[in-house]
């Protein structure tokens, strides 16, 4: 049966080619019929030859769709079953997960992030990791469709950053990053409470958008001046809590120097250094934590619910739409900056 799905080629090529359909692998897979699906910043890593990936591989870890079978192990989840895919892959089960960090699932299975940008994918530890939407596509809007797609990632991880930040009610808060992972920072701080959110972002599109979800200040400026203006702004104490969704030297430093004393940085930019000096962290109290999303354990604690009652709208983050014939375009578009993210319609 035929199985169109988006295929890295090499840095700056991707195409969509039709390729033999997953099958159930192991007791605890399922097979997903995607509805929608979206290009991720960190796709752009690969993308730009930044990070290697194999050539010729599938590629995506983002996607709503329909549960077409299921392994003999897997009970919780039922043929027919509307799902959000996390990129996550969690067991349920094992250490990390019982502690609410599925990210870091002690029984991930190598792979398992591909094949997302397709028609057809198989995942694994299906029983616990899939999250159960209420309902069929067809009973959901565009907007609601499209938020549920950021509940497989960037909205979970944009949270994970404010909950590793322990952002609570009234705090004042710094978001670096202005990619969807840092506007769904801001939403994830509007929604624990947050009274104060200053967003560093330098680009008009994305500064609008940042305030509709909740940011009270924009600051464009960068490094030493970005930790100056945040220090001016807050009467020279810092913020309560920072939220790193970029990942680079530059952001990661700054994050670590806009907070007050005994703030708490929430780190879920991938990190493009292996090294960082932690002295200046000592000097002023402020704690370092963060990683990769708890997706699936936010979104049936909380995230899901908040989509369901119109509580956040972080389907927004996508300004352009594709199908897989121009998943090229949906690349292009996000590594020249003409999208914030993009989307990708797969079925209706």
């Keep these: 049966m035929s199985n169109e799905s988006s295929c890295f080629l090499g840095p700056g090529k991707v195409e969509t080619q039709d390729v033999p359909k997953p099958q159930l692998q192991k007791p605890t897979d399922a097979i997903i019929k995607i509805v929608r699906a ?13 990070s290697h990936r194999d050539a010729n591989s599938l590629v995506g870890h983002e996607a709503i769709g329909i549960v077409e079978e299921v392994g003999a192990e897997v009970h919780d989840i039922h043929v027919g079953d509307f799902v959000i895919a996390p990129f996550t892959h969690g067991c349920g089960h094992c250490a990390a997960c019982l502690a609410g960090f599925d990210g870091d699932c002690m029984n991930q299975e190598a792979g398992g992030n591909g ?9 694994t530890n299906a029983n616990w990791a899939l999250v159960k939407i209420p309902g069929q596509p067809s009973d959901y809007s565009d907007e609601m469709l499209n938020s549920f797609v950021t509940l497989a990632d960037v909205m979970a991880t944009g949270y994970h950053a404010a909950a590793s930040a322990e952002v609570k009610q009234g705090d004042t808060v710094v978001v670096m990053g202005d990619g969807a992972v840092g506007l ?12 104060r959110i200053i967003a560093m972002s330098r680009h ?11 940011a009270t200040d924009i600051v464009p400026e960068r490094g030493d001046e970005a930790v100056q203006k945040v220090l001016a702004m807050t009467n020279g104490a810092g913020a309560d809590a920072v ?21 708490v940085v929430g780190r879920v930019g991938v990190p493009q250094k292996p090294e960082m000096n932690t002295n200046n962290l000592f000097w002023r109290n402020i704690g370092l934590r963060g990683g990769i999303a ?3 354990t936010d979104d049936k604690q909380l995230l899901l619910k908040a989509v369901l009652n119109g509580e956040i709208h972080p389907g927004k983050v996508f300004t352009q739409r594709f199908d897989l014939e121009h998943i090229q375009d949906a690349y292009d578009a996000m590594d020249q900056r003409k999208a914030i993210k993009s989307l990708i319609v797969v079925e209706g």
């Design 204 to 214: 008009e599109d994305r500064q609008k958008m940042a305030i509709a979800f909740g």
């Design 294 to 296: 708890s997706v699936t």
């Design 38 to 50: 979206s290009v991720c910043g960190s796709d752009l890593w690969w993308f730009r030859g930044i």
């Design 184 to 195: 769904c920072g801001v939403i994830a701080a509007k929604l624990r409470g947050a009274k």
């Design 115 to 123: 094949g997302y940008q397709g028609q057809y994918l198989r995942f």
């Design 243 to 263: 939220l790193e969704c970029v990942g680079t030297e530059q952001s990661v430093d700054t994050a670590t120097k806009v907070g007050r004393p005994g703030a």
